[in-house]
Structure formats: C-alpha cells, structure tokens
C-alpha cells in the first residue's frame, strides 16, 4: 500500500472513530450520565450473584455487578426509610440534614441541597421517577426537571402518580410502571447533554407484593432458619429479648427469656412465615426485569459507555433473624448492610470488588466527584473514586451509627460505632445495657459481651471512639438530635377509673364507686357475697363470679396500675382483662401473688418472694415508663423492664374477678380460677408511686 493512501486511510479512520465517539456519548470532555436505582428494603444479600441462595435469579443486578464494582461492605448510617433516602441525596447525616424520622420532612432544599439541585445547576438533565418518602405529597421537589412521584408510600396497583404536577391514577403493577417511564426519559435524551435518573422503587416494601406473573416463582423453595432465629438472650439488653420472638419474661428467673418459639412448634412457626419471605424475594424479580429494559434503552441509545449505573437499597431488612424479628431500624448487621453495585467503563474495572466500608452519605460526593464538582462543606461522605484506582490506605476505618424514636417507639434512641472487627451499640435515653460484639468470632451477634470483664477496655476504646466520631459529625451540637422521649403521668392524682368492693349489690350488678359507671356483672350461681374482718366480701369457689366491659378507660398511652386486695386458699386467677396481644392480671401460683402485664404478644410476670396463703394480702401491679413493678402491702417487691416505652393497645373483652374466664392474658399459665375471698379491686390510668400505694 502507498504511504500516502495508508495515511489517508489513517485520517479517514481517526475521524469515523471519533464521529463515533460522539454519538456513543463518550467524548474526551463529555460528562457521564447517571442511572441512580433504589430499592426500599432490600438485604444486601438479596442479589443472585452473592450466591446465599442458588435458585434467587437476579441476572440484571448482577449484570452490573460483573461490569462494575460490588461494594462488599455498605452500610446505611440511619436504618429507616426516610432519613437514608436524605442522606443518599444529601451526604450528610441525619442529624445535619434534619430528617431523623419517618415521614417527617424534606430536608432543607437550600441549606442542604440535594446532588440533584447541583447536577442541575451544571448543566444536567435531572429525573425523579417513583417513592419520595421524606414528607407526605406528591408534588415536585427541587432539583428535578423531571417528576413522577407517588405519595408516601404509594400502593403496588394502580398507584396515584404526579407527573410534574399533573395527577392520574396509573394502570398496572408500579414496578412496571416506574421501570418503562425511566425507560422513556431515557430514549427522549440528546446525547450531547448529561442527565442523572433517580428511580427510586417502592418494592420491596411491605405488604411484599410481587407482580402476577410471578406470584407462583421459587414455589418449590424451603427457606432454612436463619443462623440466629433462635439466638441466646440471657446476653442482650432486655428491650431486645422482649421484642423478638414472644416469651413470658418473670423476675423469679433474671434476665431468663422464656421463647414459646424453643417448643416444638417452632419450626412451625417459622414456616408459616415462609409465604412472606418468598413474596419479598419474589418483588425483587420485576425490579431487575426493568434494570434489563433500562440497559437495552442505554445501548440503543449508545450512551451505556458513558452512563454510570448504581444499584443500591435504603436500609436493610429483618427476614427472621434475631429471634424472628421483619423490619430495620436496629444497629445488627441485617438492618445496617445495604446492597451496592456500581458500573462505570471508563473508571471501573469489571468483576471488581473492595472490602472497604462504604456508606449512603458517599454516594452524593461521588457523583459530584465523577461529574467534576467540588463538593460542598455540609457533605460528610468521601468520594469512592480513590477505591477504583485501588487507594485505600486513608479510607474510613469506622463509622457513626444513628437512630432516634420514630413511628415505632419501643425502639429507643440508640448511637453506635462499626469498625472491621467491632460494635458497640449505645442507647442513651434507658435504663438498660449496651451491646458489644466481635464481629470477626460472633458475625450472627448472638453473644453480648458488654457485661465481660475482659472486654471493658475494648467497651472503653469504643466508646470514646463514638463520642469522637459524634464531635466529627457534629451530633452534639445538632438542633435535630431530639430530646429522649418520656412518658409522664396522664393527669395529677392517682387517676381511679373502677373501683369494686362488694358492699353495695344490686339486682346482681357490682357498683363501680370511682364514678366511672363501669359496673360489673355477678354470676349468681357462683357468687357468693359473705362477712368477714374486711367486710363484705367475693368469696370465689374456682371459677370466675364476676365481669365487666369497660367503656370509660383507656390505657393505650400511659401509665395504669392494678390493685386488689384478698384471701387465698389455694392457686388461680385473682382477677384478668385482655387477650393474648395485650392485658393484665394478678394470679396466685404456688402460694406466691403475682402481676403479669402483656405487651406485643409477650408476658411480663413479677412474682412475690414469699407465701400468703391463708392471709389478706394487698397486691398492687404498676406500669410505667417501660417498667412493671410489683407491690406487696404497699411495700414493692419486684421490678421487670418491659422495654422501652412499651405501651399496650387498649384490652379487647371483659374484665374477670375470680377466674381468667374468657380472658387470654394467662392462656400458658394454665392456672384454674381463684379459691378464697376478694374485699377490694381497683383500676387507675396513672401511675402509683410507693407514697400513693401505702396511702390507698
């Protein structure tokens, strides 16, 4: 060939590899795309590749996955909806951007913009498609020039959706629905200017609900128990023990957690949540159907090259670990792990991974970091483009962890510190204990080590490392670190709402005397009103002799106490009010009173230290800001932590004296009714302290 001809050819080909170029969007200048997908909920081993389970098939996810990176270790830094979706958008925490809970509010727009508002304002096209979540409302937020939005939580069908303020009710599966709109934003680009897509994903969100077509998919599956379903709990802090699995909880056994769940039913009980856990699994399957129509639109667009694609979920999720537990919000490793994935041809190696710990506050400094924007001072994150070039020698080697009451307030306020090896977990705002655990010998942190001498300076170590990382952070000095949450009596006074004490009977009905006008029932053919030194008197022959419905008391949010005064015989139930999810009673077993309060579908039991059989004996049971206590006489004799400001829903059906009757707050007891005298029985919505239990 003639040099002058091969030259030419040369020019010819440099210039058809640069049109070329151009129109595959991967110009020497040109600014990546950015496809950025959430999903709510999803584990971060919730994706086929991680290989936890063979037959969960997710080839779209892990598309990314072999053509990027896989971030091993990401973590969120606040475990609910709305507060991680503000600190991806923000990177920053909770307590700087000032959404510490669920649903509450956006974050301030102008004093933490999102990287949305500043892609925006360099010259991006910007898209929200799908769940908002910070506050209610549908309406646009700033920084996207595209909106399609859904209120809160939305629905899986036929969802309401705002398209830059125009609303209709969509047809079909939101999935879907989402997935086809990013699809059309996407052929609708010119390629000649960058844009960011946020699709932000309602699934996997309880009701778990996947699409039609896959209603029947991994039906031949058998879910094993998790590692730590039926975990030690003599080690954990009580507030935990009691709000896992359901248990009867008594202070004749200290810190013991009776599971109903060790019995042999359970497996069975497990199994029956199995349904749940394949339809959660199953949702994710239309997701990473849509991630494969959104790849397609991107090469038939020619702008994959130049588009960086990021897979990420906002919290993580409880699938029966620890004891049983579904939801996030706690510091354990099921709730604190996310998934990412991450591609990005001109930066990232395929089939990569690192072990370095990443967070949802680096995912906004990041983008501004691959688009050539300096990040603004509010971000806390760190950019992870010194990982694809393999840096890592100043990355993080622990982080802040933060959560505060929400819409779930038996879960209190806690703050915690993760490194490679170690976590503390602090809960500042109760009477309860921390939690330490070795995460390289205990990854399932079943085992508490924060009461073992031989971990005390590993407890210190750690702890100062929180307070250092609060300071960092600026946790101690945030106007959205709210105060702890206290519950106080309702109203002053003892607040009596039923009072029966069997001096005045009329046409068989027991006059309540508190003024309340909850007046009991007498069952003639048991009931028996006698004399005695107190009085007159219920005696009971085994079976309960009276009831009544209550229509003046509510105990649903705040303090109660129940008092009554009687002679045993012999063992049974004094006196019970509630089901198996919520109530109360006093019984005798073994000779011994005791006061059991049921909460969450666990009981609560404070025994007495003695026998009284054959004498009159005052038993007064109190509940109050997440403890139960037990009084003999006036004179308390025990105490049980319930949890943290643990309510009880309002009592479903009759109260009963003298027997459980229909009532199922005993129903493991198996105790038969009571045998003796009853001279006294009283109700209060307040709180009674010693000095008003002597005075009564």
């Known amino acids: 060939m003639e040099r002058r001809t091969f030259l030419k050819q040369c020019v010819v080909g440099a210039v058809a590899l640069s049109t070329a170029s151009i129109t595959n969007g991967i110009g020497k200048n040109k600014k990546p795309n950015f496809v950025f997908i959430l999903t709510d909920d999803q584990r971060w081993d919730a994706m086929g590749f991680m290989g936890k389970y063979p037959w969960l098939k997710t080839p779209n996810i892990d598309?990314?996955?072999?053509?990027?990176?896989?971030?091993?270790?990401?973590?969120?830094?606040?475990?609910?909806?709305?507060?991680?979706?503000?600190?991806?958008?923000?990177?920053?925490?909770?307590?700087?951007?000032?959404?510490?809970?669920?649903?509450?509010?956006?974050?301030?727009?102008?004093?933490?913009?999102?990287?949305a508002q500043i892609l925006a304002q360099h010259g991006y096209n910007t898209a929200f498609l799908g769940k908002w979540h910070l506050a209610y409302g549908n309406e646009p937020r700033p920084g996207f020039k595209y909106w399609l939005g859904f209120d809160a939580q939305g629905i899986y069908e036929d969802c309401v959706l705002n398209e830059n303020g125009r609303e209709f009710t969509s047809k079909g599966y939101i999935t879907d629905i989402l997935s086809e709109k990013a699809v059309d934003y996407i052929k609708e680009q010119d390629s000649d200017k960058p844009f960011l897509m946020y699709l932000s994903h309602k699934a996997v969100?309880?009701?778990?609900?996947?699409?039609s077509r896959h209603a029947d998919l991994y039906?031949?599956?058998?879910?094993?128990?998790?590692?730590?379903f039926r975990e030690e709990t003599e080690t954990k802090p009580q507030w935990i023990a009691?709000?896992?699995?359901?248990?009867?909880?008594?202070?004749?056994?200290?810190?013991?957690?009776?599971k109903l769940e060790e019995s042999e039913n359970a497996s069975k009980l497990f199994d029956g949540q199995k349904k749940t856990y394949l339809d959660y699994y199953r949702g994710i399957s239309a997701v990473d159907e849509g991630i494969g129509k959104i790849y397609d639109a991107l090469e038939s667009k020619g702008l994959l090259e130049n588009t960086v694609i990021i897979f990420a979920g906002d919290n993580g999720y409880f699938l029966g670990e620890h004891s049983g537990r579904l939801d996030k919000r706690l510091m354990y490793e099921e709730s604190l792990r996310i998934p990412i994935v991450m591609s990005y041809p001109a930066m990232i190696k395929k089939g990569s991974s690192t072990d370095e710990m990443v967070l949802n506050i680096d995912l906004a400094p990041t983008l501004l970091d691959l688009a050539g924007i300096k990040s603004p001072s509010y971000m806390q994150g760190s950019s992870w483009t010194p990982l694809f070039k393999g840096r890592t020698q100043n990355w993080r080697k622990a982080f802040l962890y933060e959560y505060f009451v929400d819409l779930t307030p038996v879960i209190p306020t806690m703050v915690g510190v993760r490194t490679k090896e170690w976590k503390l977990i602090h809960y500042p705002d109760i009477n309860d204990i921390d939690e330490l655990y070795d995460l390289v010998?205990?990854?399932?942190?079943?085992?508490?080590?924060?009461?073992?001498?031989?971990?005390?300076?590993?407890?210190?170590?750690?702890?100062?490392?929180?307070?250092?990382l609060k300071d960092e952070t600026g946790y101690n000095k945030s106007q959205w670190k709210p105060a702890p949450v206290i519950r106080m009596p309702k109203?002053?006074?003892?607040?009596?709402?039923?009072?029966?004490?069997?001096?005045?009977?009329?046409?068989?009905?027991?006059?309540d005397s508190s003024g309340h006008n909850n007046h009991a029932s007498l069952f003639s053919d048991e009931a028996v009103i006698t004399d005695s030194e107190k009085g007159k008197v219920l005696h009971c022959r085994g079976k309960y002799t009276a009831s009544t419905e209550f229509k003046d008391t509510k105990f649903e949010t705040g303090p109660f106490a129940f008092d009554v005064t009687f002679k045993a015989e012999g063992d049974g139930v004094v006196a019970s009010w509630g089901d198996s999810k919520s109530g109360f009673a006093v019984f005798v077993e073994n000779g011994m009173p005791a006061f059991a309060f049921r909460a969450n579908q666990s009981l609560f039991i404070c025994d007495a230290d003695k026998q009284y059989?054959?004498?009159?004996?005052?038993?007064?049971?109190?509940?109050?800001?997440?403890?139960?206590?037990?009084?003999?006489?006036?004179?308390?004799?025990?105490?049980?932590?319930?949890g943290p400001l643990y309510w009880m829903v309002e009592p479903t059906g009759k109260m009963y004296i003298g027997g459980a009757g229909e009532s199922?707050?005993?129903?493991?007891?198996k105790l038969n009714g009571f045998t003796g005298n009853i001279s006294n029985v009283r109700i209060y919505d307040n709180m009674l302290t010693s000095e008003q239990v002597l005075k009564l």
């Open 613 to 642: 059989t054959g004498k009159w004996v005052r038993v007064t049971g109190t509940v109050c800001n997440g403890k139960a206590h037990l009084f003999i006489d006036g004179n308390k004799i025990s105490e049980l932590t319930v």
């Open 491 to 511: 109203r002053a006074g003892t607040g009596l709402v039923a009072q029966y004490n069997f001096e005045t009977i009329k046409n068989s009905v027991i006059e």
């Open 205 to 211: 969100h309880q009701p778990f609900t996947p699409a």
């Open 441 to 468: 010998n205990d990854p399932f942190e079943k085992k508490n080590l924060i009461l073992e001498p031989a971990f005390e300076n590993k407890k210190k170590e750690l702890m100062a490392l929180i307070e250092k």
């Open 219 to 228: 039906s031949d599956v058998k879910l094993p128990e998790p590692d730590n």
């Open 242 to 258: 009691h709000s896992g699995m359901k248990g009867i909880f008594r202070t004749k056994t200290p810190g013991k957690y009776i």
């Open 63 to 115: 598309r990314i996955r072999k053509e990027g990176v896989h971030f091993k270790n990401a973590f969120v830094t606040h475990s609910i909806c709305s507060p991680s979706r503000a600190c991806f958008l923000t990177g920053a925490y909770s307590h700087v951007h000032g959404v510490i809970q669920n649903e509450s509010r956006d974050f301030d727009f102008n004093k933490t913009p999102s990287f």
């Open 664 to 669: 199922k707050v005993l129903t493991e007891m």
